[in-house]
């Protein structure tokens, strides 16, 4: 006999209570604001297209979208790097274009005082393999999937990390050099 009460929840209400809320994604912008501000800046190389990007993202989330609540935090994330990807449009080069763009001469003079170094690297590369490394390295995007976001082949992606990764140690090595040869100038 049923007297109208209703030990388990509808199908649909135990499913709506695990989407996101406009409150959910707050409190998640809140806690992860500085985050997701330098993911936003490191794909975009500056502060006020990582602006853009980052206050675009929060337009998206306020909007809502049905995402579960486990999900919000990457699914945010994803919005950010979408959104850096139609601002910026990274491109792959053909082989014979140079292997390196001017380094980052706007990300550079971009750069707050008390920025991270570690950065400089990462921000001195060009478009496609900075977004490249961000997605795949930084973030630990499939292969696949980064190809997939940024309108390439696994190849170009592949490609591109490689030359990233290598650009970066190229810049490591060079910043460290100048120290040496003045440690060696003064012992001689």
Known sequence: ????????????????????????????????MTNLYLLAFLLTGSHEKAEQC???????????SAVFQQWARSWARRIIIQNAIRMIAPRPRFQNE?????????????????????????????????????????????????????GCTVLEVDQARVQASQQIADLGRTSVQPVDELSRMAVG
Not at 1 to 22: F, S
Not at 107 to 126: F, I, P, S
């Open 98 to 150: 140079l292997a390196h763009e001017f380094p980052s001469a706007v990300a550079r003079n971009e750069r707050k005082l008390d920025q991270d170094a570690a950065w400089d690297g990462v921000l001195a590369l060009g478009n496609f393999e900075r977004f490249v490394f961000v997605i795949s390295v930084l973030e630990g995007y499939e292969d696949r999937e980064c190809a997939a976001l940024l």
């Open 1 to 32: 006999m049923n007297m109208g009460i209703r030990l388990i929840p509808r199908r649909n209400e135990q499913v709506k209570d695990k989407y996101a809320t406009a409150d959910d994604f707050r409190k998640l912008l809140a806690e992860d």
């Open 54 to 64: 980052f206050v675009s993202g929060i337009e998206d989330c306020a909007r809502g």
